[in-house]
T-cell receptor
Framework: GQQLNQSPQSMFIQEGEDVSMNCTSS?????WLWYKQEPGEGPVLLIA?????ELTSNGRLTAQFGITRKDSFLNISASIPSDVGIYFC?????????????FGKGTLLTVNP | GAGVSQSPSNKVTEKGKDVELRCDPI?????LYWYRQSLGQGLEFLIY????????KSGLPSDRFSAERTGGSVSTLTIQRTQQEDSAVYLC???????????FGPGTRLTVL
């Protein structure tokens, strides 16, 4: 099946620093998504990307859908303590009966105040 | 309105027992998804419902796992004869229609002793 490789696995940064994480896939996706999960909660959608080459921002977050449709990155600028959590990329190929999300293993972000 | 709710939030059971996990999707959402999150495997798709039917059951790991949905709303995931490797957080998500944003519940943490 499709596999997503997400890196880095974890990051420990100082408040105010910028963060970058990325995902690569062995096959193409039509949609790339970035979720954040905090302890005891389910993942929450941050950004959705629907078109190859698309660059989308949501506040301090910026994500891009790679031209090859096999990769995506997420940048967080000027990190703050509440950015702490696990960030997941997910790919989706919608159609027929296939609407599942395929997730990366996650990036654990720790922000030191 | 309310988000996706799941019950129980935590379940501890003995190996060999059956368990039922419940998901209440967001009102009006026709699509419902079950995922499993474990340390070694990350977030994995289990099954997807459109209305009361399940067009994609490809992620169910064995015939001990089953799910149903009634009235186009509540869904129950049943695990029979639980094994220790079934220990994980079981997450439910729903979307307005298939292919649109999936909203996740807080999950049920299952521990099999």
């Amino acid at each position: 099946g499709q596999q997503l490789n997400q890196s880095p696995q974890s990051m420990f940064i100082q408040e105010g620093e910028d963060v970058s994480m990325n995902c690569t896939s062995s096959s193409i996706f039509n949609t790339w998504l970035w979720y954040k999960q905090e302890p005891g909660e389910g993942p929450v959608l941050l950004i959705a990307l629907y078109k190859a080459g698309e660059l989308t921002s949501n506040g301090r977050l910026t994500a891009q859908f790679g031209i090859t449709r096999k990769d995506s990155f997420l940048n967080i600028s000027a990190s703050i303590p509440s950015d702490v959590g696990i960030y997941f990329c997910a790919g989706q190929n919608s159609g027929g009966s296939n609407y599942k999300l395929t997730f990366g293993k996650g990036t654990l972000l720790t922000v030191n105040p | 309105g309310a988000g996706v709710s799941q019950s129980p939030s935590n379940k501890v059971t003995e190996k060999g027992k059956d368990v039922e996990l419940r998901c209440d999707p967001i009102s009006g959402h026709t699509a419902l998804y079950w995922y499993r999150q474990s340390l070694g495997q990350g977030l994995e798709f289990l099954i997807y419902f459109q209305g009361n039917s399940a067009p994609d059951k490809s992620g169910l790991p064995s015939d001990r796992f089953s799910a149903e949905r009634t009235g186009g709303s509540v869904s129950t995931l049943t695990i029979q004869r639980t094994q220790q490797e079934d220990s994980a957080v079981y997450l439910c998500a729903s979307s307005t229609t298939p292919g649109l944003t999936q909203y996740f519940g807080p999950g049920t943490r299952l521990t099999v002793l």
